[in-house]
C-alpha cells in the first residue's frame, strides 16, 4: 500500500504537511513533513512529493489523509 495524491484536489492548504509533523514530531512544523508541495506562482499546487519513508507507508493511520479537506490523498 502507498499514498497517491491528486493535484487537481489539492488545494495547497498544507493541513497534510501539518498533520504529517505532528504525526511524526509531534508538533505543527510544514518543514518537519515527509510531504512536500511545489506550488505554481498562483499558490496552485504543481506536484506533490512523498520522502522516501512514506513510499511504504509506515504511518498505520496517515493523519494527512484525515486531515485532507479536498479529499486530494488516498492510500491504494
Do not use: W
Amino acid at each position: 500500500m502507498k499514498i497517491i495524491a491528486d493535484v487537481d484536489k489539492c488545494t495547497g492548504c498544507d493541513r497534510c504537511k501539518l498533520a504529517c509533523s505532528y504525526q511524526l514530531h509531534e508538533g505543527f512544523n510544514v518543514f518537519l513533513s515527509n510531504i512536500e508541495i511545489e506550488k505554481e506562482i498562483t499558490g496552485l499546487p504543481l506536484k506533490i512529493y512523498f520522502k522516501a519513508p512514506c513510499i511504504d507507508l509506515p504511518c498505520k493511520k496517515p493523519l494527512c489523509i484525515e486531515f485532507c479537506l479536498e479529499k486530494a490523498l488516498e492510500i491504494i
